[in-house]
């Protein structure tokens, strides 16, 4: 298992090219079930997560050929079995069974299982597709679904906001017969993403970015080229380099829109953030003063922000609080950065921050993706060495993490 080591102190400087979204590019590969025709995705990021997607299409019949940062997707669903040993490496892998259903009418996916941040059941998704017509029965830790006469439209409530619910259901609507009326529907950027990809196969979706989706079923998607919108959970992490850094970075292709909440904290924070042509400049020039935040659903700030933004707050002056309302276990960073000298107590879904003047290298482990980020963040900023073991979370969602750092002025190492 790989290690980062760091030797922090430098304030960031130059730039960094964000990749295309990880949390996009998912779904996106998954559209690749929804026609036999060839599906070419651009600005695809070299991630561990994509690489499994990749194999998990090819077990399903898919061809996945990649170019560069392209991606061409092709050929005919020749097994409908989603097996576990995939499944469980990666949770996402459970949007392949809206798209095995509405083109195949019958998948066997296994159930995702929890992961470090929480239970993450798949209820909604599957209560959405019965209400599309499917029969799902739960055995032996897969799902079986199966919707002999096809899926039909439905209208769906959800009950609280869920990405992947919404995705998936998204795509089996696209080719149910009859109208479908997504109620509650998540509106981050990517899903906005993934229904501007559908809409060039041939779907019919209205009130993108909004919180009710309308989708006119078709018989048929065709191929089409589209491209992945730039990762904002990676533009935001590095803004957050910069400014615990005390540096001065600019995130080219990064889109100010798919950000607001978190530039907004940043700003609070004393964070200078400013558009430029090509993305944002992201600097700090004065000091660090604590802000509460609240993750929430798109447009609010993003439980995929909490762990960079908390290392930040480590280094603030005064306190913050951060509420943590998506999970219900998204604080395993918080000893972690404890150990670098933080001053982090967690009462229940809030933690309380007390800033302090310098963390402290030292020896720490990664726990899951964005934890492992808020490591390195600390690591940049502390005063001595640290070294990050478990790093394998880390390349599951970025791209050459020591190569862009390192060209931006910090010490930093992969240590195999
Ligand atoms: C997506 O996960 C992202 N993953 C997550 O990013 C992100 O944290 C999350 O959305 C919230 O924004 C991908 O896009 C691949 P949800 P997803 O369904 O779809 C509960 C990262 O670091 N829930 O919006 O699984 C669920 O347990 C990852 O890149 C149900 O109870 O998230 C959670 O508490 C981590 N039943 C909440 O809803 C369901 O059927 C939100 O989950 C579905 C979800």
């Known amino acids: 298992?790989?290690?980062?080591?760091?030797?922090?102190?430098?304030?960031?400087?130059?730039?960094?090219?964000?990749?295309?979204?990880?949390?996009?590019?998912?779904?996106?590969?998954?559209?690749?079930?929804?026609?036999?025709?060839t599906l070419t995705l651009t600005n695809a990021a070299r991630l561990a997560d994509l690489a499994t997607m990749t194999d998990l299409l090819s077990q399903h019949g898919i061809t996945v050929e990649w170019q560069g940062r392209a991606i061409h997707l092709g050929g005919k669903i020749t097994n409908n079995v989603a097996p576990y040993?995939?499944?469980?490496?990666?949770?996402?892998?459970?949007?392949?069974?809206?798209?095995?259903?509405?083109?195949?009418?019958?998948?066997?996916?296994?159930?995702?299982?929890?992961?470090?941040?929480?239970?993450?059941?798949?209820?909604?998704?599957?209560?959405?597709?019965?209400?599309?017509?499917?029969?799902?029965?739960?055995?032996?830790?897969?799902?079986?679904?199966?919707?002999?006469?096809?899926?039909?439209?439905?209208?769906?409530?959800?009950?609280?906001?869920?990405?992947?619910?919404?995705?998936?259901?998204?795509?089996?609507?696209?080719?149910?017969?009859?109208?479908?009326?997504?109620?509650n529907a998540a509106r981050e950027p990517e899903i906005t993403d993934l229904a501007r990809c559908l809409i060039a196969m041939g779907a019919t979706i209205s009130g993108l970015g909004t919180d009710t989706l309308i989708i006119e079923g078709v018989k048929s998607l065709h191929g089409a080229t589209h491209a992945i919108l730039p990762d904002r959970i990676e533009a935001g992490t590095y803004a957050c380099a910069a400014a615990?850094?005390?540096?001065?970075?600019l995130l080219e292709n990064a889109r100010a829109a798919d950000l607001g909440a978190v530039l907004h904290s940043l700003r609070d924070a004393g964070v200078a953030v400013t558009e430029e042509p090509t993305g944002l400049r992201v600097c700090r020039a004065n000091g660090l003063h604590g802000v509460d935040v609240m993750t929430e659903p798109f447009p609010g700030f993003p439980t995929d922000m909490q762990a960079q933004f908390m290392a930040l707050m480590a280094v603030a002056e005064g306190a913050s609080m951060i509420t943590e309302t998506i999970f219900e276990n998204r604080f395993m960073h918080v000893p972690e950065l404890n150990r670098m000298g933080a001053r982090i107590n967690v009462h229940g879904s809030s933690a309380i921050i007390r800033g302090v003047r310098q963390l402290s290298g030292a020896p720490v482990m990664a726990t899951d993706l964005r934890a492992s980020f808020s490591l390195v963040l600390a690591g940049l900023a502390a005063s001595g060495e640290t070294t990050i073991a478990r790093v394998y979370h880390l390349d599951r969602g970025y791209e050459s993490v020591e190569q862009k750092l390192a060209a931006c002025g910090a010490r930093i190492e992969r240590i195999a």
């Open 1 to 37: 298992m790989d290690s980062i080591r760091i030797k922090g102190g430098v304030p960031l400087t130059g730039s960094i090219a964000i990749s295309g979204a990880k949390n996009a590019a998912l779904p996106l590969m998954a559209c690749g079930l929804l026609t036999d025709e």
């Open 85 to 183: 040993d995939i499944v469980r490496k990666m949770r996402a892998s459970i949007l392949v069974l809206g798209p095995l259903l509405a083109r195949v009418g019958e998948a066997r996916v296994s159930l995702p299982g929890g992961c470090a941040i929480g239970t993450r059941p798949v209820d909604l998704h599957l209560k959405g597709l019965e209400a599309m017509g499917a029969k799902i029965e739960l055995d032996g830790g897969y799902v079986n679904a199966s919707a002999p006469q096809g899926l039909h439209g439905a209208t769906i409530v959800f009950p609280f906001v869920s990405v992947g619910a919404t995705e998936n259901l998204l795509m089996a609507a696209s080719l149910a017969s009859g109208t479908t009326t997504l109620k």
């Open 244 to 249: 615990i850094t005390g540096g001065n970075l």
